[in-house]
C-alpha cells in the first residue's frame, strides 16, 4: 500500500548571501508517518535544510511542497502552514519570560485561539508523559537542558504538527540529559508521529529512523534503511564519516 | 550660610520643584511614546520613515538641548507658531529624550536572540505576534538600565529651561542670586532641591533593574517577598 506523501522538494538549492551553494540540489520526499534521520558531517548543510523546510530561510530555486500544495516564504499562508510543521533547535530557545505552562500555551492560544481551559488540560497530560508535570510554574532558567528540551518538544507537540522537525536537539546537552530526551522522541516515533532528526547521535538513530540520509557538501550522498546503511555503508565518504564514531579503530 | 534666608526661599523652590518635576515627567512619557515608535521603524525596516526616523536621532543626539530649546522659543514663533514656555520645554525635552529612548529601545530588541523569533515562527506565530509576546517583553527587560540612565539624564537636562523663562529650580536660584547676592544659599539649596528629586529615583530605578533583570526571570531569590 502506498503511503501519503506530505512533504516534498524538488531541486532544492540554497545560498546565504549568494555564496557558495550550501544545499546544491535536494530532492526528497517524506510520507505520513515516517522518520528520517539526516545524518553527516558538521557544515554540510543539514540544519539549513531543515531550516528551509520550515520556511525559516529563503531559497535560491527549486520548490517544496506541503502535501501538493507549493510553499513559499513570503506567502500569506506561510503562516498557516508552519503551524503544521514543528521544529526543535539544538540551543535551548524557551522564553525566559513566560513559564513553562507560559511557553507551551502561547502558540495555541494567540495562532489557533483553542480554549485556554481544555489547552490548560492536554498541555498538563503532555507535561506529565514527559515527567514535568511539577515544573509547569517553574521559569525556564529553573530547568536543566534536558528538561527545557522536553517542554520544547511539548511546546511543538501543542499545535498538533503534521510534521516534527528536530535540529540536534540533544547536541548541546550534558550526557547523562541526552537519554530522557531521545526516550520522548522515541516514544513519539512509535506513535507514529511524522518526524525529520538531524542528530550525532548513532545508536539512536539507528533504532528511530525508517530511512536514513547521508549528506555531504550540500548533497544527499546515501540514502538506505538504516540496518543497511549503519552496517554496509556503500560510499567511501559514508564509511569515512561513520568510522569517526568508532573509537575502538583508533 | 544665611539660614534664615534658605528657610525663608524653601516655598519658591518647592513650587519650582514642582514645575521641574511635571515637565519631566511629561516630557519622559512622551520621550518613551516617541522611542518605542521610532525603534518599532528602525527594527522592522520600514523604508521611507527609517530615513526619517535616522534623521531625527541623528539631530536630535547631536545638538544641544539649549540650541532646540532656543530654536523652540525663538524660531518656530517666526514659522507662526508659539509655544509657551513650558510647551517649548516638554516639547524640547520629548524631542531630546525621544531618541536616547528610541537607542535604548532599538538595543534591548537587538539584544532578543534571533533564534527566539524563529522559534516563535515555527510555531505559527506571525511576526507580529512574535514581536509583541515574545520579543517585546524580553526587550522591555534588558533595556531598563539604560531606560532608567536616560531618565536620570533627562531629569538633569531639564537645567537649561531657565533659558526659556521657565520658573524652574535654576530659574529660581539664578533669580535669587540676581536679586540679593546670595549665591552660597541660592546654589545649595539648588543642588539639594535636585538631589531630592534624583536620590529616591535613582534608588527606584536600580530596584527596578534588580526585579526585571533578564536574566532573572523565576529566579525567586532575586525577587523580594517570594
Ligand atoms: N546564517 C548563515 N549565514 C552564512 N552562512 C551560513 C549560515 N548558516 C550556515 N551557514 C553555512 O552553511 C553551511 C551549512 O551549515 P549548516 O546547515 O548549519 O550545517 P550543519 O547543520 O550540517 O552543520 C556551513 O558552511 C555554514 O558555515
Ligand atoms: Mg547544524
Known sequence: ?250 | MDFEFIRGNVPLYVEAAGITLRISFLGILLSTVIGLLCSLVKVFKIPVLGFVVNCYIEISRNTPLLIQLFFLYFGLPKLGIVLSSEGCAITGLAFLGGSYMAEAFRTGIEQVPKIQTETGLSLGLTKWQVFLHIILPQAIATSVPVFCANIIFLIKETSVFSAVALADLMFVAKDLIGIYYKTDEALFMLVTAYLMILLPISLLCSWVERRVRYAEFGNSSAVPGK
Open chain 1, 1 to 250: 500500500m502506498k503511503q501519503e506523501v506530505i512533504l516534498t522538494t524538488k531541486n532544492l538549492k540554497k545560498s546565504y548571501d549568494n555564496e557558495q551553494l550550501v544545499l546544491k540540489d535536494m530532492s526528497f520526499s517524506l510520507e505520513k508517518g515516517e522518520v528520517v534521520v539526516v545524518v553527516g558531517p558538521s557544515g554540510c548543510g543539514k540544519s539549513t535544510f531543515l531550516r528551509c523546510l520550515n520556511m525559516l530561510e529563503p531559497i535560491d530555486s527549486g520548490t517544496i511542497s506541503f502535501k501538493d500544495q507549493v510553499i513559499e516564504r513570503d506567502r500569506k499562508d506561510a503562516y498557516t502552514i508552519r503551524q503544521k510543521i514543528g521544529m526543535v533547535f539544538q540551543s535551548y530557545d524557551l522564553f525566559p519570560h513566560l513559564t513553562i505552562l507560559g511557553n507551551i500555551l502561547l502558540a495555541p492560544l494567540k495562532v489557533q485561539k483553542r480554549e485556554k481551559q481544555e489547552l490548560i488540560q492536554e498541555a498538563e497530560q503532555l507535561l506529565k508523559r514527559v515527567g514535568l508535570l511539577d515544573k509547569k510554574d517553574a521559569y525556564p532558567r529553573q530547568l536543566s537542558g534536558g528538561q527545557k528540551q522536553r517542554v520544547a518538544i511539548v511546546r511543538a507537540l501543542m499545535m498538533h504538527p503534521e510534521i516534527l522537525l528536530l535540529d540536534e536537539i540533544t547536541a548541546a546537552l550534558d550526557p547523562e540529559m541526552v537519554r530522557e530526551v531521545l526516550q520522548v522522541v522515541l516514544e513519539l516515533a512509535k506513535e507514529g508521529m511524522t518526524m525529520v532528526i538531524v542528530t550525532h547521535e548513532m545508536e539512536f538513530a539507528k533504532a528511530v529512523s525508517d530511512r536514513v540520509l547521508f549528506m555531504d557538501q550540500g548533497l544527499v550522498v546515501e540514502e538506505g534503511k538504516p540496518e543497511d546503511f549503519f552496517t554496509s555503508p556503500q560510499t567511501e565518504r559514508a564509511k569515512q564519516f561513520l568510522n569517526t564514531f568508532h573509537y575502538e579503530a583508533i
